[in-house]
């Protein structure tokens, strides 16, 4: 297997951001009116550079993270497009070219409530394993990010785990964002939560905290969770976000207002924003907040990216 462009993250400075997770071909679909069974629905449909992983990691350059670095599998028919993306949002990609698999797809269907349903195709993103994986990739590193989608296959999430462990044996603080409650709910919470044991902070929105704490209150779901993390913050959309820590609430964030075109990326800009602001020295709170105003930018136009 070989790495498209220049290759792996060696040492650097100190402070960097490491995210390991996906990156895929979004194409997205805005469809003001219903879509129309058996015929024809007028959209306005583009084919954009994304992924979880990768949207998070752009996020976070653009926010303030002085370094950011990004590890993940895509296939041969788009690595030089999808590297060259990332090179100008400011993240150091070590993206591995999968031989046998394209890049993963997610068809993103976009209604006049900017809501949006997924169509995934993982392809090669969830083909991470744990050959992929350098120590060297911590080199330099003051915390990792590991997206959620990993943990649904069983290559990526046997990645997921040798990252843990690794970033945990230099105490190297990680976060998790579960990504999908649908994928979540077939993986089953309670093998999520015993493969994510550990991590540092936990990033969801109000669906995956209630689904992996098995409450239906979100601020009690934020709690419970925040005793298998320290830290817990819960985004709810227009009713901004929850931050748990230790056992207790100890922030509500308002929302941004925002026009919103497209939800695409939402949660992703809101994850690296609160990443990039947490490595700037900011609290729980303040990282909430630059968090909520990513995500109220990043709802305004089409596309998981700056």
């Known amino acids: 297997m070989s790495a498209a462009g220049g290759g792996g993250a060696g040492a650097g400075r100190p402070g960097a951001l490491l995210v390991v997770g996906d990156v895929v071909t979004d ?7 219903p879509l129309a069974p058996a015929t024809d629905t007028a959209a306005r449909i583009r084919t954009l550079p994304g992924g979880a992983g990768a949207n998070a990691a752009c996020w976070a350059a653009r926010t303030g993270a002085s370094e950011v670095r990004l590890l993940a599998r895509v296939g041969t028919d788009s690595a030089r497009w999808h590297e060259e993306a990332l090179l100008a949002a400011g993240v150091r990609a070590r993206l591995v070219v ?3 698999e394209p890049t993963g797809t997610v068809v993103a269907l976009v209604g006049k409530d900017a809501e949006r ?5 993982s392809g090669a993103a969830l083909r991470l ?9 911590l080199d330099g590193v003051a915390h990792l990010h590991l997206s959620g989608y990993l943990f649904f296959a069983d290559s990526s999430r046997e990645l997921a785990l040798v990252a ?11 976060s998790v964002d579960p990504a999908s409650a649908g ?4 993986l089953g919470p309670r093998r999520f939560l015993d493969a994510v044991a550990g991590v540092d902070v936990l ?3 109000e669906d995956e905290a209630r689904l992996l704490a098995g409450l239906p209150e979100v601020s009690r779901a934020a709690v419970r969770l925040s005793r298998l ?3 817990v913050v819960v985004t709810r959309g227009a009713a901004g976000a929850l931050v748990a820590e230790r056992g207790r609430i100890t922030a509500e964030v308002a929302a941004e207002p925002a026009e919103a075109v497209d939800s695409t990326g939402a949660g992703d800009a809101f994850t690296g924003a609160f990443l990039a602001a947490r490595l700037s020295g900011s609290d729980p709170t303040e990282s909430t907040r630059a968090a909520c105003r990513a995500a109220a930018l990043a709802v305004t136009h089409l596309g998981g990216r700056p």
């Open 129 to 137: 394993c744990p050959a992929d994986w350098a120590p060297s990739l």
């Open 229 to 231: 993390a320290p830290l």
């Open 183 to 186: 994928f979540l709910a077939a």
């Open 27 to 33: 194409v997205v679909a805005v469809h003001p009116e």
């Open 164 to 174: 843990l462990r690794a970033a945990r044996g230099r105490g190297v603080p990680v």
């Open 203 to 205: 990033l969801r929105n």
């Open 117 to 121: 349903t997924f169509l995934t195709d």
């Open 98 to 100: 999968d031989p046998d």
